[in-house]
């Protein structure tokens, strides 16, 4: 049996296995490190193409405003003007702090990580997509369910900048002024207050691994995840000019919210003051004690300087949810009626069931779409087959189809 010769690097001589990569020509090989100090002298000596990664590029007059911000945000989501407002203009400062590094004078602009707290189905989710449709720089959200201390089932703190480097296509620089969403941040809270003997890896631990990501630091990202490819070469990414901004549920919070209100009304004024709070609404009263109270170590919360919250939605807010957003729920099966040549119609009093229900099972903005789909999923699998072109959605039709569909859920 022949023996097989080892390949080596024509440049160094290094064989196979004493580099990360080989690359195999006609002739011959390169190394990775070769093929690296090779492009260097190419641009040393500027002939470098133009296109090659670069950092952030964007003239004054391209700059978003936060009132054109918020006027998109507004075409898509209903309502929470103070959130959106909020994040207008983290948005544009964000901008602003990536075009200071051409001034030269010494007063540098700090970044400011948000917070956004609001019930489920309120719209912080859909905020954060919509507002990716309008950057110029990259923007990736990520789950913070998942995120566990290093060497634990799930997912290391160094995956959220995995996924903003895959989104900016492995170009260091870009992703080093890019955006991350991290959603469900409520559900890293600490388990309780007085701590345990055992480990809480996937609460404390994993905030205490946030911090460095938060407050700027060098961290060596695993390309391709940690979990599955241990033995990679590490890339390091500066988090300094990358933009934080996190959301959560925070279910319970309210409680928390209504004991410091009480304990802060004391004495002879007092059913005078509380008759001033908004008992339905108490969330608009958040204050950084209150994500301490909740489990939030107290690290970062100050990396979190930016705290807003987002609105309950009432019923008018959840009836133009369904009919009023450029891609609003009754437009998207509309459309998906019209590929099928069906035009699709809704009578008024079966929107206002709709948000009926979702209001009765506490679902919020959320639940429209699967109550709507609930109501036409049979539509939806028989008109592809046969001739009708125009289907009219009736109350008495949409009644019918959400009571069978409620029967089910309950012998099931």
């Keep these: 049996m022949a023996k097989r010769i080892s390949q080596h690097c024509s440049f160094c001589g290094r064989t196979e296995t004493q580099v990360n990569l080989l690359l195999t020509g006609i002739n011959g090989f390169i190394c990775d490190e070769c093929a690296e100090q090779a492009y260097n002298i190419i641009k040393e000596a500027g002939l470098a ?19 054109e911000i918020k006027t998109f945000l507004d075409q898509y989501v209903i309502g929470q003007d103070d959130a959106k407002r909020y994040l207008a203009v983290a948005v544009y400062n964000h901008y602003k702090r990536l075009m200071q590094k051409d001034t030269k004078d010494d007063v540098e602009i700090e970044k400011s990580n948000i917070i956004m707290v609001g019930a489920t189905g309120t719209g912080k989710t859909l905020l954060a997509k919509t507002i990716a449709r309008l950057l110029k720089v990259p923007f990736t959200i990520v789950d913070a369910t998942v995120l566990t201390e290093a060497g634990y089932v799930g997912e290391d703190i160094e995956s959220i900048l995995t996924r903003l480097l895959q989104v900016a296509d492995y170009k260091v620089e870009q992703a080093e002024q890019g955006i991350v969403f991290i959603d469900e941040i409520d559900k890293i809270a600490r388990k309780g207050d007085n701590p345990s003997i055992t480990r809480d890896v996937s609460g404390e631990g994993v905030q205490q691994g946030l911090l460095k990501l938060l407050e700027g630091s060098i961290v060596n990202v695993p390309p391709q995840g940690g979990r599955k490819h241990p033995d990679q070469k590490m890339i390091p990414v500066n988090t300094k000019d990358i933009l934080f901004i996190c959301g959560g549920a925070f279910d319970g919070i309210e409680k928390k919210i209504a004991q410091r209100l009480n304990t802060q009304v004391v004495g002879f004024i007092a059913s005078k003051e509380s008759k001033q709070i908004d008992r339905n609404n108490l969330m608009q009263y958040i204050a950084p004690q209150d994500l301490k109270a909740f489990g939030l170590i107290p690290e ?4 979190l300087p930016i705290l807003t919250y ?13 009919t009023e957003p450029k891609n609003s729920i009754i437009k998207q099966y509309i459309k998906m009626f019209a590929m099928d040549n069906v035009q699709l119609h809704f009578d008024p009093e079966v929107l206002d069931y709709i948000v009926d229900k979702a209001i009765e ?4 903005a959320r639940g429209l779409r699967s109550i709507t789909e609930d109501i036409i999923v049979d539509a939806m699998f028989e008109i592809p087959s046969s001739d009708v072109n125009e289907l009219l959605i009736t109350l008495d039709y949409a009644k019918e189809h959400i009571e069978k569909v409620d029967y089910q859920r309950i012998a099931g």
């Design 300 to 303: 970062i919360i100050g990396r």
């Design 310 to 322: 987002l609105n309950p939605l009432d019923r008018m807010a959840l009836r133009n949810i369904l």
């Design 49 to 67: 193409p133009a296109s090659a990664p670069g950092k952030f590029v964007i003239s004054r007059n391209e700059l978003p405003r936060p009132k």
């Design 361 to 364: 099972f506490k679902l919020g």
